[in-house]
């Protein structure tokens, strides 16, 4: 954990002083009447918000921490997502792949910002605000993984009374059980679901359901939504199938025992992040780890990071090779595997692959397969009818008595924590659109949308606008800004690692989150800069009540403030007459 810093300030201190004549002013000379168009003060999106699955508004929440403004950064993020401190560990970043600053030197380091906010939330103590109002509308949830706490997050903020009703003995769904604790401690995860039980949402676990059980919850609640997720694995389709151990299984196995597997040499079949967390979990309870994999290693959908960390610690990948029957030899298995070549891309634009001709078997004490899951019983996804509808983190059945909802990892194409994040805020929106009688849903929500698939509470709520102008790279003045090394977290030792569960990845101090976050552009965002004063020669840009006005009595419309803005958070307008 990291403590804030108390009475530290990240600021500019050096004041601003635009000289005028002793003798006579300029005033009297309104260049304003020259004018045929006027800059203007306009937020835009940054990519990374666009790219963001829940939407946050990133370049906000960096400069907020740039200033050392902890708590209004934390404030920033959880209008979007109620978990910062497990997605600052667990997320892929997608906001990062989107940065503009990599087209400088090197992305913003977002995700690890992330981390760093939300364990000085935690460390701190900072609660969310008391829900104001009810709508006595009561809400029963399926599942208490990420999609299904952030949907009572997000429906008890809009004065809702929700019941999440859990099958395992500890809410939390793929965060508490599939994702191991060397990538999320659990007590980092337990303290942030149980801010959101602060907020006087009724978590029942142990509470598995039956098809009856579900029919009767839909005649005592308002509105039903699933966000169960994925609960039976997916069959590999082989010969011996049923020799092979659950990746799920053996993930939840390996938190909530001790286990120790010294020597054993185990294969894991699979490329994504099941597989790799399989692997190093194995790595962690002295086993030797074998990835089997029927692509090239570059075309593994796991974190690239996450396969370097793998190879680091000692896992072995064998690349195109498909299994093609599991049998006993002995008190060992036998995996008999096809060779497989590269083909041509297929239409996911991966590189597709085809049997070779050659065959060879490996032996190991133990082989799990971790390819992924699916489904589990048919009556947690919508029925086949014309009726619904497909947002595009849910989908809605709204034909019967009682509104029924799907989301997170049943209906996201894209299988992720934030992503079912996403979901859950999608569905709160939803049904209180739903409940206020609004006639166009999907017009609704398209008016907070950020980017192409994120919806935004802040915006659906008043809080901000939505921005129509996206900023790319070529409109950020890069003049201004020098390249700088990014910030990395540190991490324990290789030893420390390979020998225990412990976080891998410590957290900054607050004077490198502070340093990290100031190489944010800060993109679409006024960040008090002060460049459009200093540049504009007619000194018509004043500050009244905090906030810079343009006195269109002497503007002329030159564009020099909008020109020297470093972030592209101005624009030219059209002057209305």
Known sequence: ???????????????????????????????????????????????????????????????????????????????????????????????????????????????????????????????????????????????????GLSAAYFLSKLGFLCEVFEKESEAGGVMRWGIPSYRLPKNILLDEIKRIEELGIKIHCNRELSIDEFNNIKNEFDAVYLGCGLGASISPGFEGESLLEEGSIFLKRVESEKMSLDGQDIAVIGGGNTAIDVARSLIR????????????????????????????EGVKIVELVSPTCVKHKGEMLEIDLQEMTTGDIDSHGRMSVRPLGGKRSLIYNKIISGIGNQIKDTWHSPDQNNSKMELKNSIIDITGDTPLVYGG????????????????????????????????????????????????????????????EFVEFKNVNIDYFDKEDRNELPQIS????????????????????????????????????????????????????????????????????????????????????
């Not at 999608?426 to 907070?448: M, P, R, T, Y």
Request: charged residues 30%.
């Open 285 to 312: 309870t002295g086993a030797k780890a074998t990835i089997l994999y029927r692509r090239r290693k570059e075309d593994m959908p796991a974190f690239i990071h996450e396969i370097s960390a793998a190879e680091d």
């Open 1 to 147: 954990m990291v403590s804030e810093k108390k009475g530290m300030k990240l600021e500019n201190t050096v004041s601003l002083f635009i000289s005028r004549s002793a003798h006579r002013s300029s005033e009297m000379n309104k260049t304003g009447s020259w004018r045929f168009s006027l800059p203007v003060y306009k937020d835009k999106t940054a990519p990374c918000s666009a790219a963001c699955p829940t939407g946050t508004e990133i370049p906000r929440v960096e400069m907020h921490m740039s200033r050392g403004e902890v708590r209004k950064a934390w404030e920033k993020i959880i209008w979007e997502n109620p978990f910062p401190a497990v997605c600052g560990r667990v997320c892929f970043h997608e906001c990062e792949g989107a940065c503009n600053r990599k087209n400088l030197d090197s992305a913003v380091g977002i995700n690890s910002l992330e981390k760093f906010i939300g364990d000085i939330a935690l460390s701190e103590s900072y609660t969310f605000d008391e829900v104001e109002g009810t709508t006595n509308k009561r809400v029963a949830i399926i599942g208490a993984g990420p999609s």
């Open 409 to 468: 990892d049943l209906t996201n194409k894209n299988q992720s924590v934030s992503d079912a994040i996403a979901s859950g805020k999608e569905i709160a929106i939803v049904l209180d659109l739903h409940f206020k009688g609004d006639s166009d849903i999907i017009d609704s929500l398209e008016k907070c949308r950020v980017g192409v698939n994120a919806i935004s509470f802040e915006i659906y709520r008043g809080g901000r606008k939505q921005y129509k």
């Open 494 to 577: 290789k030893e420390e690692s390979i020998n225990s569960f412990n976080e891998v990845e410590k957290n900054y101090t607050f004077q490198m989150a502070a340093n990290e976050a100031l190489r944010c552009f800060n993109c679409g965002v006024c960040n008090d800069c002060d460049n459009c004063r200093v540049f504009c020669p007619d000194a018509s840009i004043i500050i009244e009540d905090g906030k810079r006005v343009i006195k269109t009595d002497f503007c002329k419309g030159c564009g020099v403030c909008v020109t020297e803005c470093p972030r592209s958070a101005m624009g030219m307008e059209e002057e209305k007459v």
